[in-house]
Each structure stands twice: as structure tokens, then as C-alpha cells.
């Protein structure tokens, strides 16, 4: 319940004064106080349990969907995963000091870059709590000051969290700092706020518009994901078939999940039946142009505006292309930028595809789904950018990192 | 003359519709473009001279500072450099196109990451005719799109500038767009827009200031640069003179010379007398603290709000500490960020400094003009930024590009 207490400034502040401290800190210290963070909320599982059950009986007395009600809920088995997910961070390799690309210069001097923390995180997400620790592990083990703003229909629950962070001997103060979500005018001066070295919205379309539109700070987002994926001629069809399903139905309601499919004419009858049943069979709903209807039976007209669509659920729109040059323009035109594939087994059409196709991601014969930190090798992910400065793609624990040139001379000076 | 013929929306529609193409160009394409463009520069000479002749002619009437009349100023020598510098561009490596990181993940798809042009670069700078060019070649070797936006008292040469460009064959329309600089309202505009990847401001604070509270794009930038240099108790003390001298009068106009000199108490005494000498010789002046004044003669007395001042003068202010810990702690709260020194022939001094200062730039033993992209082995340098997010620090022909991940599968799903 802090933020009842202290201002933005006093916030930021604290936040600073803990950045030095936390850049400095060896990784074997920062391991112990991860370790230590998982053993807290263990321990603290009673309270948090209680306040937890308060939220959602308030969330029920609102008449909250149900879909809500599920995400803002803690159960033993998903603090037990919290617990463990902030241990299993403790296992990752520590990003903070590596010394990379060093080069000797003409003059002598030894020029390269150090990996160091960015600094103070301001972390502003919506119901989900447990985005909470797992977030506060990621930066901290980055070496970085986390200021963590979460809904305010979750406020027990983070006021629990809160303590459970505070119970934790040896975290600088201002480490991690978890506010109470009350009151929208707190946030907006915290993004208005100098001191904050970047800002990163886990949440809806609004929140993400929110906080780009006030932010003083970087802010690292996507907008939404628009994932298209185009089966080409030379596709093995039985991989297609397999990718398109999985795309779109293995979890409909995440960024990485297939929107548009892009089917090359010359196999749009071979493919586009068989597809069309395994996803209606699935309680996909099946939206195409002419030539998608042509193809095959059971698919709905799409409408005019139906392209660039995010569904978030069981819909597919299908168009048939001529080319792949037609589907790159489709892309360029409709797409958001985060995730695209490509199924074929021709090597110069995954060639083009993969050069001219601007996309966070860009697949071959792979699913969008699999665009993911932990899938990429990451670790854990903190959230995709879709922007063009600064990390893009899934983020983990580097991407919560900058560099810092490190020149080592005998006395060089400018000629 | 493009902005009086074309609005905002206008230019910038025309940079995107040129980015997928000069994404996609060849790096020999590329380089004979930059070599037809240094080839235009040379046969534009008398157009060249002949409209900044009138521009300087202009400026001179309006009674404008010597300093500034001379960075307007073309001459045949200065012409040939700039033509020279554009060919030379093309002898650096591109960046386009390499794939990093290649690792093969357990389920046996390849992830890499492949680096690709940011797209549309807008470029706002003041007087200096030469940036044009200069970043012009930058950004057509990195693969983007350029916008460029001098000053007004420079109009006529930009006009033969973009008259030039212009004349180079086989260059997409809207790859290089050399702005009229005339109205103000232009600028703004233009950053409010959408559809602009980067801007970077070239120029003084104020520019500076405009650009980051009117852009909606990322800014990469650098506020102001006061460079601070340590002499350790453990210093080669003929080295400290050297580096001191060195960073402050080899160019004291510029962001990266040194302005705050901080020397450990125990050598003020031996360093101070000679070391003031010899900047005094050079015509620097010098404002001390109360131990430095009392170290050696000659030495002003520092006003009580002398640190962190940019003077990009010869004037440095001198500060004696009694420790690495109080010269980190008087950078972390007078320092932009830029680039900081230590002088030292003691390890354990050395890494401590190099672990504890986060500026751009950290340097041991060597100068602090040094830092510079050419210097560094980048090349060439479209300017320094001292941003956390994004490159940090001399920008070459890499940080005009982002990555894009691309993943090689065989048919893998998300399971």
C-alpha cells in the first residue's frame, strides 16, 4: 500500500538510489535474494491466499467476466509456479558485465562494449498478478530497479505481494517496489515523471495506447499481433495443414497466433479442403474470399474490412494469392509486424520470404506460436516488441540490459 | 525546393515506398549509387559554390557570427571532402543482411537473428551544409530512407544539394529527399507524422529539446557533453598531463572534450603546479576549488554552480576528491552521460571505475576525444547517443539497422 504514502517522485527516487546498488551486485548475491524471494512466497501463501479470495469476491460483487475472474485468481498451484519461476530465473545465466566484441585499434587502445543494467523499470500490466514476481525476477536479476503498477482490482492481492517483497532481508530498498493500484492520476504522473529509464505495458490494446501516448520514457510494446503465414506451391501440404492448425488453434488468444492465412493459388484445391475440414472440426470458423470459398465448402464470406483482423479466438480469414510477391504486399499492407511464416520446401522462395518480410519474427516451415522467449532460448520472456529501436522480438533477461563502450589505453590522445 | 511542392504526409509516403526497395538492394548496387553520388557532388561543384555564395552573402548581411558564417561555408577543398567522405562510405563493409546467433534449439529449429535497415531515418541538423551528404551516404549504405532538414540560412545550398541528388540515376525517388528548409511549421509536422522509424537531431541543445518534445518517432541524441576525467593517486602523472591536455584543447568546441577535471588528494600537489601550466599555456583557463586554488597558482576560484557546466571552450573546472567513490559520486550527479576517464596504472582502480561509471563511454588511460566512431573502428559517425535504449554511444552504419529474428524449422509446432 505504498503509493497512499509516497509520490511519483519519492518513488523514482528510492528507485534510483537502489540502481547503483543493484548494478554492483555479483551474481551470486542476486541469485540468494531470488532464492530467498521464491522461499518468501512460499511462506507468505496464507495471506496472499486470503487477500486474493478478498479480490475476487469484490471482482464477482462487480459482475467481472469470467474470463477476468480466472486471470486475476491465485490458487496454492499457481503460487507454487510463481515461487518456482522466480528460482528457476535464479538458474539463468546473469547478462550484467560480459565484455563483448573487443577490438585493438591502430593506436593501441582495446575498445569494446560491457553489458550493463538499463536501470529503473516501470512495469504497468492489468490483472494478472502473477506478472508480478515474474517480472520483479527478470529485473532484478538484470540488475535493474522494478517499479511495478498492476490493476487496481488486483490491489489486495499486491498489497500481499507487496509484504511477501518487503520479508526479503537484503533487497536494497527501492528495488523492487510494488505500488497500490489506486487511482489513475498516479500513473500518469509516474509516466510523466523524469527518472525512469523504460517503460514496458503488459496488457490490452487501451492500456498500451495509454501508456505510449503519456510516457516521457521509452516505451517497449507491441501493438497488436496481426500473424499471417503463406503456404506456397512448393509446400509439403501435410505441413501446412499441421502448422495452420497448431497456429491457430493450440492457443488462440495470444499475440503469436494466426490470424491470416495466405494460400498461393496454384494449391489452393489441394490444400484448402482437407485444412478447412481439421479446423472446422477444431470450432475454427473459416473466413475467405472467392477463391477460399471456391475451394473449398464451409468457408463464410469474409467481409471487405476483414483483412488485418485480430480475432483472439477461433476465426481464420484465408485469402488465395497469385504470388508470393501478392503476399508479401498483403503483409506489408494488413500485418502488425511480430510474427510471419512461410511453408514451403523450395529454398528461394523461404529465401525471399525471409529477406523481404519485415517482421519481429520471420518463419520457415515453423509455427508463429513458437515465437516465444523460452522457445527462442531466452529463458523467460518478459514481453515481444514489435518496435524497431531497441530490442525486438521476445525479450528476455539481455533485452532488460545496455551497453556501455569500455576503451582500455596506454596514454592515447587525439591526433 | 521539395517542401513548397510537397506536405509532411507527401515526403514521408514517398521515404516508405523507397524503403522495401533499397532494403532489398545489393551491397555492389548500393555502392556504385554512392559512387555516382560522389560523382555529382564533384560535377556540381559551380551550382555548389555559386548558391552558397548567395546563402553566405545572406548571412553576412544579416550579421551573423563568424563561427557560424564559417560552418555555412562551402569551399572546392571542402567540396571534395564531401565527395570524398561519400565514397568512402562505400568502402565500408554493410551491414545488411548478416545473420547472428544462429542456435539450434532442442525441437530442432534454427533461430538467428538477421540485421536489417530501420527503414525511414529523419534527419534535422543546423547550419553545416557538408551533414547532407555525409548522412545521406550513411543511410543509403544501411539500406534506408533519408529525410533531411537543414537549416533555413543554408536553403540555396541545399537546393543545389537535393539538385544534385537528383541528378544521380538509378536512385529510388524518395530515397534521399533534401528538404526546403523555409517555415518552421514544416518541422513539426513532420515529426508529429507518422510513418518515421528514427529522427536524429544533429545541432545545439535547443534543436535538441524541439525535436524530443515534438517527435513521435524514437530520438537518438545526446543532451550535452560534460566529460569528466579522474586522476587516480596511482596515475603516471606525465600520462595525466598529456590526457588532460589533450581532451581539453584539441577541439574544446565539441561534446566529447573534456570539461571537469576531478584529481585524487593525495597527487594534487604534484600534478596540479605543471598540469595548470601548461593548460594555461594553451590559453585555458582555470576555476578550482578551494584545494585546487591552494595546489597551484593560476587558478580561479570555481563559482558554487560550476559543476557539470559545458563550456565547449578553453576554460575547465578543476575539483580535488579524496577518493574514486567521491569523483564517481560527484559524475553520477554532475554527468551527462557521454564519456568519462580515469587515469590510473593500477588495475583494481581501473576496474572498479570501468564497473561503476555507466556513461556511453568509459575510458582508462586514453583521452576523451577518442570517443568517436571513426576512432572506435565504426567507420564513419552519424552522431553520439547517450540514450539507454537503442545504440548507446558513436553511431556508424550498424546503428543506422535493427535485427529481425528468423527462425528455420523443419515443421515444428507449439506443443
Avoid at 514476481?133 to 511495478?148: E, F, H, R, S, Y
Wanted: proline share 5%; aromatic share 2%; net charge neutral.
Amino acid at each position: 500500500m505504498k503509493e497512499a504514502l509516497v509520490s511519483p517522485p519519492e518513488i523514482i527516487a528510492a528507485a534510483r538510489g537502489a540502481a547503483p546498488t543493484l548494478a554492483s551486485l555479483s551474481t551470486a548475491v542476486k541469485n540468494s535474494l531470488l532464492a530467498a524471494l521464491a522461499d518468501a512466497i512460499r511462506a507468505g501463501r496464507p495471506s496472499l491466499l486470503r487477500a486474493n479470495d478478498q479480490d475476487v469476491a469484490a471482482a464477482e460483487a462487480r459482475g467481472t467476466r469470467r474470463a477476468l475472474l480466472d486471470r486475476l485468481l491465485l490458487t496454492p498451484a499457481r503460487i507454487e509456479a510463481m515461487a518456482e519461476g522466480v528460482r528457476r530465473v535464479a538458474d539463468l545465466p546473469d547478462p550484467v558485465g560480459a565484455i563483448m566484441g573487443t577490438t585493438r585499434r591502430p593506436n593501441g587502445m582495446q575498445v569494446g562494449r560491457m553489458r550493463v543494467p538499463l536501470g529503473v523499470i516501470l512495469v504497468i500490466y492489468e490483472a494478472r498478478p502473477t506478472v508480478t514476481m515474474d517480472a520483479a525476477a527478470l529485473c532484478l536479476k538484470a540488475g535493474n530497479a522494478v517499479i511495478l503498477r498492476g490493476g487496481s482490482e488486483a490491489r489486495r492481492t499486491l498489497g500481499a505481494l507487496g509484504d511477501i517483497v518487503t520479508a526479503v532481508s537484503g533487497l536494497p530498498p527501492g528495488a523492487v517496489q510494488i505500488l497500490n493500484p489506486e487511482g489513475h492520476a498516479g500513473v500518469l504522473e509516474l509516466l510523466r515523471a523524469e527518472g525512469i529509464d523504460l517503460v514496458i505495458p503488459r496488457g490490452g490494446e487501451e492500456l498500451i495506447r495509454t501508456v505510449v501516448e503519456a510516457a516521457r520514457a521509452p516505451v517497449l510494446k507491441h501493438a497488436r499481433g496481426v500473424c499471417h503465414m503463406f503456404v506456397d506451391r512448393f509446400a509439403d501440404l501435410e505441413m501446412a495443414q499441421r502448422l495452420v492448425v497448431n497456429a491457430k488453434t493450440q492457443r488462440p488468444s495470444v499475440c503469436n497466433a494466426l490470424e491470416t492465412l495466405l494460400v498461393d493459388a496454384p494449391i489452393a484445391g489441394l490444400l484448402l479442403p482437407g485444412l478447412i475440414d481439421a479446423l472446422r472440426e477444431r470450432g475454427v470458423e473459416v473466413r475467405g474470399d472467392a477463391r477460399a470459398q471456391a475451394a473449398a465448402p464451409g468457408v463464410v464470406p469474409a467481409a471487405e474490412d476483414e483483412w488485418g483482423r485480430e480475432y483472439l479466438d477461433l476465426i481464420l480469414a484465408v485469402r488465395v494469392v497469385d504470388s508470393q510477391e501478392e503476399a508479401q504486399a498483403h503483409i506489408r499492407r494488413h500485418g502488425t509486424g511480430l510474427a510471419e511464416a512461410i511453408v514451403t520446401e523450395r529454398l528461394e522462395s523461404a529465401r525471399r520470404f525471409l529477406e523481404a518480410v519485415d517482421s519481429a519474427a520471420v518463419l520457415v516451415n515453423a509455427s508463429t506460436r513458437l515465437v516465444d522467449g523460452a522457445e527462442f532460448g531466452l529463458g523467460a520472456e518478459i514481453g515481444i516488441s514489435t518496435d524497431r529501436i531497441g530490442p525486438r522480438g521476445p525479450m528476455g533477461l539481455e533485452e532488460l540490459t545496455t551497453t556501455k563502450w569500455i576503451v582500455l589505453g596506454s596514454g592515447q590522445i587525439r591526433e
